[in-house]
T-cell receptor, first 113, second 114 residues
Framework: GQNIDQPTEMTATEGAIVQINCTYQTSGFNGLFWYQQHAGEAPTFLSYNVLDGLEEKGRFSSFLSRSKGYSYLLLKELQMKDSASYLCAVRDQVKAAGNKLTFGGGTRVLVKP | NAGVTQTPKFQVLKTGQSMTLQCAQDMNHEYMSWYRQDPGMGLRLIHYSVGAGITDQGEVPNGYNVSRSTTEDFPLRLLSAAPSQTSVYFC?????????????FGQGTRLTVV
C-alpha cells in the first residue's frame, strides 16, 4: 500500500520562502510529483523527481531523498497568486500501473500581504 | 487544443439514480484515470486504463464502472448513486512513456447526491 503525509496548511508572507514537506511509505516507487491546485480548479503539474537531489524550476524547487522517503517543495519569492493547495503524489511502477498516482491530502498555502 | 474535457461540470442526483460522467482527451494518450477528491483526503484513484479495452480498479472502485472502447474516451458510470459519492471527480490522461510523464487533468465534475 501507499501512505503519503504532508501538512494540512501553511501561511507565509508575500516575498518570503515556504517549504512544504512530504513523507511517503510506498510498496513501489517510480517517481514523485508535485501539483498545484487553485480552489475550484484542476491540479496542474509543477515538478517531478525520480532520482535523489534537487530539481529547480524558476521560483519552485523540489527535493527527493528515496532512502528517507522524503521530498519537499520550495517556493521562493512568494506571490499572492501562489495561494493554492500543493499536492504530493507518488507514482507506482509505470509499466504495470499506467502512471497510477497516489496523492497526499494536499497542503493549503495562504500567502498574506 | 482542448486537452482533457469532462462533462458535465456540475450535477445533482437523487439517491439511487444512475449517470455517466464523460471524459474525452484529444492528445492520443494511452493512460487514463478517474479520481475523486474529498476535503482533506486528496485525490483517490477510482479506476484506470492503460489502453483501449483494458481497465483496472484503483483504491476506491465500489459503486463505479468504467469502459474504454476508444483511446479518446473513458466514461465513469455511477450505478446507483449514494450520498457518499458526493465529491469532485477528476479525469486524467498521460502518454505511455517511462520518464517524466505528467498527468493532465480535466476541469472536474462536481457531483452532489441528495
Amino acid at each position: 500500500g501507499q501512505n503519503i503525509d504532508q501538512p494540512t496548511e501553511m501561511t507565509a508572507t508575500e516575498g518570503a520562502i515556504v517549504q512544504i514537506n512530504c513523507t511517503y511509505q510506498t510498496s513501489g516507487f517510480n517517481g514523485l510529483f508535485w501539483y498545484q491546485q487553485h480552489a475550484g480548479e484542476a491540479p496542474t503539474f509543477l515538478s517531478y523527481n525520480v532520482l535523489d537531489g534537487l530539481e529547480e524550476k524558476g521560483r519552485f524547487s523540489s527535493f527527493l531523498s528515496r532512502s528517507k522517503g522524503y521530498s519537499y517543495l520550495l517556493l521562493k519569492e512568494l506571490q499572492m497568486k501562489d495561494s493554492a493547495s500543493y499536492l504530493c503524489a507518488v507514482r507506482d511502477q509505470v509499466k504495470a500501473a499506467g502512471n497510477k498516482l497516489t496523492f497526499g491530502g494536499g497542503t493549503r498555502v495562504l500567502v498574506k500581504p | 487544443n482542448a486537452g482533457v474535457t469532462q462533462t458535465p461540470k456540475f450535477q445533482v442526483l437523487k439517491t439511487g439514480q444512475s449517470m455517466t460522467l464523460q471524459c474525452a482527451q484529444d492528445m492520443n494518450h494511452e493512460y487514463m484515470s478517474w479520481y475523486r477528491q474529498d476535503p482533506g483526503m486528496g485525490l483517490r484513484l477510482i479506476h484506470y486504463s492503460v489502453g483501449a479495452g483494458i481497465t483496472d480498479q484503483g483504491e476506491v472502485p465500489n459503486g463505479y464502472n468504467v469502459s474504454r472502447s476508444t483511446t479518446e474516451d473513458f466514461p465513469l458510470r455511477l450505478l446507483s448513486a449514494a450520498p457518499s459519492q458526493t465529491s469532485v471527480y477528476f479525469c486524467a490522461s498521460s502518454p505511455r512513456t517511462y520518464q517524466n510523464t505528467e498527468a493532465f487533468f480535466g476541469q472536474g465534475t462536481r457531483l452532489t447526491v441528495v
